[in-house]
């Protein structure tokens, strides 16, 4: 089976169940179990495959189909562990009196879709005020978290990042957010009180765990598919389609990303749905994002997400530019530019290579 033939398949998987035009596959034309199965794994899809088996859409032979179920089990058992952390990092987060909300994976499992093992996951997501994220990196290390990289500057996180990435020993991360998506437009949205908004919550076990109300949650799942990888992974595709299942403020949504003026991205969010898992949006959201047009700004930000043109130097030339002040870039530039030594240390190895990462911000950098 070729690449573009299992790619097929997993958009068909991806898509079970959906009101959506069905993903075209062959069904003379022969399965790769192993290969399928291996990229069913990678894109985390295997309780989809699992329900298509079931129901008759996708034919394994009994070998596949025994490897398919011993994944499926692998992935609910670290789903659980995972679920396990995220009760443990939010009584600290509590206990040190910092707010903060889940994102994806579990939020979404419990609260959208019709079974939690249908959507599984790779690490833990948690969203906390720029202001409190020093105090949630400290509350977490009481759980033996540490980060995966030095920052540039001290606080540089807090004030600019998408968030910091937190590991253990064990294999397990935590993702700790301050925004949510990497990049110019996670940094137009960071400026919004993303955790002031009301929140939704779900039980997992004895804990309540409080996560982002339903229209944020929305604008996550849109932030994730159009920002994310490229081409967009499915399973945050199919996050959106069971977003819109479930239902939300239109209008909410549509105030809080024009508010941020990051409308195109969910413009781009919902044209990869319809167009990878062939899922049609309609109602207001659709009538809304059909009339949008990207500006100058808005052309130059997305290429900085796509494959050919994508790396940390582009993104944060055209960051720049996202800011609200003269006073906000000069910070983020002048900390990118001559940052720590023991970051320099850490990611670059000496001030003559970073000097020419900082001359490429420079030139990369245009006004909007």
Same mark, same amino acid.
């Given at each position: 089976?070729?690449? $573009?033939?299992?790619?097929?398949?997993?958009?068909? +998987?991806?898509?079970?169940?959906?009101?959506?035009?069905?993903?075209?596959?062959?069904?003379?034309?022969?399965?790769?179990?192993?290969?399928?199965?291996?990229?069913? $794994?990678?894109?985390?899809?295997?309780?989809?495959?699992?329900?298509?088996?079931?129901?008759? @859409?996708?034919?394994?032979?009994?070998?596949?189909?025994?490897?398919?179920? /011993?994944?499926?089990?692998?992935?609910?058992?670290?789903?659980?562990?995972?679920?396990?952390?995220?009760?443990?990092?939010?009584?600290?987060?509590?206990?040190?009196?910092?707010?903060?909300?889940?994102?994806?994976?579990?939020?979404?499992?419990?609260? /959208?879709?019709?079974?939690?093992?249908?959507?599984?996951?790779?690490? +833990?997501?948690?969203?906390?005020?720029?202001?409190?994220? =020093?105090?949630? /990196?400290?509350?977490?290390?009481?759980?033996?978290?540490?980060?995966?990289?030095?920052?540039?500057?001290?606080?540089?996180?807090?004030?600019?990042?998408?968030?910091?990435?937190?590991?253990?020993?064990?294999?397990?991360?935590?993702?700790?957010?301050?925004?949510? @998506?990497?990049?110019?437009?996670?940094?137009?949205?960071?400026?919004?009180?993303?955790?002031?908004?009301?929140?939704?919550?779900?039980?997992?076990?004895?804990?309540?765990?409080?996560?982002?109300?339903?229209?944020?949650?929305?604008?996550?799942?849109?932030?994730?598919?159009?920002?994310?990888?490229?081409?967009?992974?499915?399973?945050?595709?199919?996050? +959106?389609?069971?977003?819109?299942?479930?239902?939300?403020?239109?209008?909410?949504?549509?105030?809080?990303?024009? =508010?941020?003026?990051?409308?195109? &991205?969910?413009?781009?969010?919902?044209?990869?749905?319809?167009? &990878?898992?062939? /899922?049609?949006?309609?109602?207001?959201?659709?009538?809304?994002?059909?009339?949008?047009?990207?500006?100058?700004?808005?052309?130059?930000?997305?290429?900085?997400?796509?494959?050919?043109?994508?790396?940390?130097?582009?993104?944060?030339?055209?960051?720049?530019?996202?800011?609200?002040?003269?006073?906000?870039?000069?910070?983020?530039?002048?900390?990118?530019? +001559?940052?720590?030594?023991?970051?320099?240390?850490?990611?670059?190895?000496?001030?003559?290579?970073?000097?020419?990462?900082?001359?490429?911000?420079?030139?990369?950098?245009?006004?909007?």
């Amino acid at each position: 089976m070729s690449a $573009s033939a299992t790619r097929r398949r997993l958009r068909a +998987i991806a898509a079970r169940g959906l009101k959506s035009a069905p993903v075209v596959v062959h069904p003379d034309e022969p399965v790769d179990g192993p290969a399928l199965l291996a990229a069913v $794994s990678k894109e985390r899809l295997t309780g989809l495959a699992l329900d298509a088996v079931a129901g008759g @859409a996708l034919e394994l032979d009994p070998a596949d189909a025994d490897d398919l179920s /011993v994944r499926h089990d692998d992935q609910l058992a670290l789903d659980l562990r995972l679920e396990r952390l995220l009760c443990t990092a939010a009584a600290e987060l509590d206990a040190a009196g910092i707010t903060y909300r889940a994102l994806k994976g579990p939020l979404l499992a419990h609260t /959208v879709y019709r079974d939690p093992a249908l959507r599984s996951f790779g690490d +833990i997501d948690i969203l906390v005020r720029g202001a409190d994220f =020093d105090a949630a /990196v400290d509350a977490l290390r009481a759980l033996e978290f540490h980060r995966r990289f030095v920052e540039p500057r001290p606080r540089f996180d807090a004030r600019f990042s998408k968030g910091a990435c937190l590991e253990r020993a064990d294999g397990l991360e935590v993702d700790l957010h301050r925004t949510l @998506a990497p990049g110019p437009f996670g940094m137009l949205l960071g400026f919004t009180d993303l955790v002031g908004r009301a929140p939704q919550t779900f039980v997992l076990g004895d804990a309540t765990i409080t996560g982002l109300d339903r229209e944020l949650a929305f604008v996550h799942a849109c932030f994730h598919s159009a920002l994310g990888d490229y081409p967009p992974r499915l399973v945050p595709l199919r996050d +959106i389609a069971e977003l819109l299942a479930a239902g939300f403020d239109a209008r909410v949504v549509i105030d809080l990303v024009t =508010d941020a003026q990051c409308e195109i &991205v969910l413009q781009r969010a919902l044209d990869a749905l319809t167009s &990878v898992l062939g /899922v049609p949006v309609d109602g207001e959201i659709a009538d809304w994002a059909r009339t949008l047009e990207p500006s100058r700004f808005d052309r130059r930000a997305l290429r900085t997400y796509e494959s050919s043109d994508r790396s940390y130097a582009k993104q944060a030339a055209v960051s720049l530019w996202a800011m609200p002040s003269l006073r906000h870039r000069l910070a983020y530039a002048s900390a990118l530019a +001559i940052p720590s030594r023991n970051y320099v240390r850490a990611r670059e190895r000496g001030y003559a290579r970073r000097l020419g990462h900082s001359l490429a911000l420079a030139r990369g950098g245009r006004s909007r």
